[in-house]
């Protein structure tokens, strides 16, 4: 079972910067997505971005040219660069991984962006 473990989430001021970090570890077969989502209060999670065996990246629209996400294979780690942060980005941000032995999630970590 593949446990996720995600860091660097806090307080920023609108248009300051964070970048996330999650760790994967335990039994981990191959993994070939990794990715982010968030939930903010009252809505549904949604995905933010994702990245495919290394190669394939989505972004939803409200992120682009905002956010980037990159991945270490050797660290098993999946990153997410935030940068130009607005008060509508501040939401629980979840880690998840899919791959061989199915799909796992993070505990989810708090940004807030305050204005």
């Known amino acids: 079972q593949v446990q996720l473990v995600e860091s660097g989430g806090g307080l920023v001021q609108s248009g300051g910067s964070l970048r996330l970090s999650c760790a994967a570890s335990g039994i981990i077969g191959t993994i070939y997505l990794m990715g982010w989502y968030r939930q903010a209060p009252g809505k549904q999670r949604e995905l933010v971005a994702t990245i495919i065996s290394g190669d394939y990246i989505n972004y939803s629209d409200s992120v682009k040219g905002r956010f980037t996400i990159s991945r270490d294979n050797a660290k098993k780690t999946v990153y997410l660069q935030m940068n130009s942060l607005k008060s509508e980005d501040t939401a629980v941000y979840y880690c998840?991984?899919?791959?061989?032995?199915?799909?796992?999630w993070g505990q989810g970590i708090q940004v807030t962006v305050s204005s």
């Open positions: 998840k991984t899919s791959g061989s032995g199915g799909d796992s």
